[in-house]
């Protein structure tokens, strides 16, 4: 789940000064950025595991896909039978067919249910029948009815569908339903935890439990000018609003230009809304909060697998005010760590011109950050390693920085020089970098993966085979000698040799599954490449 910001613009002029706010604070920085980014978290990328048949679907044809499904039928003297294909399992996991019976399918998209609507004819053509049926992922019929008024959507971490809301678990499965009243605003969720939905209106902010009751609202004042709120890591909200004072006022937090060129005298008011029960308390901040994700949005729970670490309330960008002024120079801008009154604590800037972004982990004790002026690697303790005045120069894979003339090791020092060796970078697929060398006699291409490098195919004027990287995540070698194809993931690894051409007929990105097809004349056969 990533939680999106709740910002209401009631004046773009004033937004617009904001979003070149920055800080003049003089807040203590963090000695190691190791505390709050796990430092056993291994970004490695994922890569396919295997390629298996999928004998269920013989004879059938592909009519609609999405991420999350694949659909498919055939037509029998009797009926048409329809096969319903989950992209999260990687399986067939429902079949429906019945006499006289025609199904539509409705898959929304990033929803993870299948509306499918089924109509049956008598056999004497005198009657019809339609009914609709909610399908989960696992393939289980969750819900039946007579009538529809929308198809399944999203709504924050649940599926809601009829007015009753699903909880999604790991598998795919929609258990736990719950009734969703009417007047709750279904139409979208900014921000949500484990005990309220924060739901963003044009004049302020409603708060639902969990089971869909209000629990409090806020309303702008008519005179702002603009506000923001702020969920944080305990629930409670962070509320800032601005409104414009008169001329000749002799308290006030800010002034600015506007559009005309006349100044005018600016008031901050932050609050904290209490999300139990709507009580409002306010406290004196001197900056504008410009973003703000909880802890909540970053840590999982899961210590092995995350990139972050359960040592913080709530990670923010602040925007100073100081000496009545809205400091304009992004290089001001500051990244925090903020507990949840508001109050900045540290900064996260560990090394000159960063930019208001977290490292990210790119290898042991190495992070990339993003500058003012390009990027650049440190360490946990923020020692800076080195800086690139290009962000776009460098490109981490793997234990690789790899640039358009030279491959580095992460330590910047060279793996492999590309222009004296006569080489490109041919493919780069999940860690590994594939390099295409030119010889004498044709070329070869070598895969560079975790500190080594092996030569993994080699081609001359007599060399019948061929090579081709597809979609960025796999490679295939044919041999037209055996008429076989051989399928290799993004480490090398051999996944299938099959005696036919099997073509991509639909992916899931989420997922990280892809459907072949047999298009070879006969009875259509299928096989899936998985995660």
């Not at 230009?257 to 904290?272: H, P, R």
């Not at 540290?346 to 042991?364: A, E, F, H, V, Y």
Request: overall charge negative.
């Amino acid at each position: 789940m990533k939680f999106s910001k709740l910002l209401c613009l009631l004046s773009a002029l004033l937004l617009t000064a904001m979003l070149l706010t920055s800080c003049g604070g003089a807040l203590s920085t963090v000695s190691s950025v190791g505390k709050y980014l796990n430092e056993d978290y291994d970004p490695s990328a994922d890569v396919f595991s295997q390629m298996q048949t999928v004998t269920e679907l013989q004879g059938y044809a592909l009519i609609q896909s999405n991420d999350e499904f694949a659909i498919f039928s055939t037509v029998t003297e009797q009926n048409i039978s329809y096969k319903i294909f989950s992209m999260r399992s990687a399986k067939v996991v429902a079949t429906i067919a019945e006499n006289n019976m025609v199904c539509t399918f409705a898959t929304p998209k990033d929803v993870p249910a299948l509306l499918v609507t089924k109509t049956v004819t008598s056999a004497d053509q005198t009657k019809v029948e339609t009914t609709y049926h909610l399908y989960d992922t696992t393939g289980v019929q969750v819900a039946t009815s007579k009538s529809c008024d929308t198809p399944p959507a999203v709504f924050a971490d649940k599926v809601i569908y009829n007015y009753t809301a699903y909880t999604v678990a790991d598998n795919g499965a929609l258990v736990d339903g719950v009734k969703v009243p009417e007047y709750v605003r279904l139409t979208s969720c900014d921000q949500w935890n484990d005990k309220y939905y924060y739901v963003l209106t044009n004049s302020g902010l409603i708060v639902y439990s969990r089971s869909f009751e209000t629990v409090c609202t806020w309303n702008a004042p008519s005179y702002a000018t603009n506000f923001m709120v702020s969920p944080m890591n305990d629930g409670n909200v962070l509320v800032q609003y601005t409104y414009l004072m008169d001329g000749d006022a002799t308290k006030y937090d800010y002034y600015e230009t506007n559009y005309v060129g006349f100044t005018e005298k600016v008031d901050l008011v932050s609050l904290i809304l209490s999300a139990e029960d709507g009580d409002v308390k306010e406290v004196d901040l001197d900056y504008i909060v410009m973003d703000l994700t909880p802890n909540y949005d970053l840590y999982d729970g899961n210590e092995e697998n995350n990139a972050y670490r359960d040592d913080f309330e709530n990670i923010a960008v602040i925007a100073y005010i100081k000496d009545k002024k809205l400091d304009t120079a992004a290089s001001a801008q500051d990244i925090v760590l903020m507990n949840n009154k508001g109050k900045a604590q540290k900064s996260l800037k560990m090394i000159d011109d960063q930019g208001t972004n977290l490292p990210s982990k790119i290898g042991d004790d190495v992070y990339l950050v993003q500058t003012l002026y390009g990027s650049a690697l440190m360490n946990g303790k923020g020692k800076l390693l080195e800086s690139f005045y290009n962000s776009n120069v460098l490109r981490p894979v793997g234990d690789y920085l790899v640039g358009a003339r030279t491959i580095y090791n992460l330590q910047m020092e060279v793996v492999y020089d590309l222009s004296e060796n006569d080489a490109t970078v041919t493919s780069i697929m999940g860690n590994t970098v594939y390099v295409k060398k030119n010889t004498n006699t044709g070329y070869e291409i070598i895969a560079f993966l975790d500190g080594e490098n092996k030569t993994i195919y080699t081609h001359t004027e007599t060399t019948k085979t061929t090579l081709t990287f597809l979609d960025g995540e796999y490679y295939e070698i044919y041999d037209p000698d055996t008429n076989t194809y051989r399928y290799y993931n993004a480490d090398g690894k051999l996944l299938a040799t099959i005696d036919y051409a099997p073509v991509r007929l639909c992916a899931s990105d989420e997922h990280g599954t892809v459907l072949f097809w047999n298009n070879d004349g006969t009875a259509a056969s299928y096989c899936v490449l998985v995660i």
